[in-house]
Antibody, heavy 124, light 110 residues
Framework: QVQLVQSGAEVRKPGASVKVSCKASGYTFTNYFIHWVRQAPGQGLEWMGKINPSGGSASATHTEKIQGRVTMTRDTSTFTVYMELSSLISEDTAVYYC???????????????WGQGTPVTVSS | QSALTQPPSASGSPGQSITISCTGTSSDIGGYDYVSWYQQHPGRAPKLIIYEVTKRPSGVPDRFSGSKSGTTASLTVSGLQAEDESDYYCSSYAGSNNLIFGGGTKLTVL
């Protein structure tokens, strides 16, 4: 069965970086894009970007509050993708989810399986 | 781009039907048939319940249905059950390699 298992909760100080992992199993890793979505406390879902595990190419949202601070990478030997967010601010406090993308050439039609989420707290 | 617009709350009694709207623009909902809906219970990850406007993944009850007209998509839950009480989010492909979500709707089963 398809599973996406994420790394555990993180606490960082403002200005630091955080790297969250997402390990895939139950399907061919390189056949599907992986997306990152975050959810601030009590708020809605916010799409951050996606990575193609096959070639490693990634594209992130153009949202001003995230643009330029997110880096997505993958390790095909361990079927794991990573999302690193730098220059953290308190507003980055959220649960970060990875999800498998489906549909079209870039898996942008819908997200069919989700990781369990990784809480990230940014606090001085 | 701005988030899709959903009502913050909706409610219905068991057995009733409710419809949740999701309004976008011609650049997202109106431009593509790639609307999806997700159910999220407190403390849990979102779960896909509708994709490509009207399709249901395996295992999702047929009480859940989706539709679209112009720049507004809708999720209908028929025969409401207690376990349907949850948050619901719409999403759409927004062109230029982007996905966009709605602000979410909290459904209460009275």
């Amino acid at each position: 069965q398809v599973q996406l298992v994420q790394s555990g909760a993180e606490v960082r100080k403002p200005g630091a970086s955080v790297k969250v992992s997402c390990k895939a199993s139950g399907y061919t890793f390189t056949n599907y894009f992986i997306h990152w979505v975050r959810q601030a406390p009590g708020q809605g879902l916010e799409w951050m970007g996606k990575i193609n595990p096959s070639g490693g190419s990634a594209s992130a949202t153009h949202t001003e509050k995230i643009q330029g601070r997110v880096t997505m990478t993958r390790d095909t030997s361990t079927f794991t993708v990573y999302m690193e967010l730098s220059s953290l601010i308190s507003e980055d406090t959220a649960v970060y989810y990875c999800a498998r993308g489906r549909g079209g050439p870039r898996g942008l039609h819908y997200l069919d399986f989700w990781g369990q989420g990784t809480p990230v707290t940014v606090s001085s | 781009q701005s988030a899709l617009t959903q009502p913050p709350s909706a409610s219905g009694s068991p057995g009733q039907s409710i419809t949740i709207s999701c309004t976008g623009t011609s650049s997202d909902i109106g431009g593509y048939d790639y609307v999806s809906w997700y159910q999220q219970h407190p403390g849990r990850a979102p779960k896909l319940i509708i994709y490509e406007v009207t399709k249901r993944p395996s295992g999702v009850p047929d009480r859940f249905s989706g539709s679209k007209s112009g720049t507004t998509a809708s999720l209908t839950v028929s025969g409401l059950q207690a376990e349907d009480e949850s948050d619901y989010y719409c999403s759409s492909y927004a062109g230029s390699n982007n996905l966009i979500f709605g602000g979410g709707t909290k459904l209460t089963v009275l």
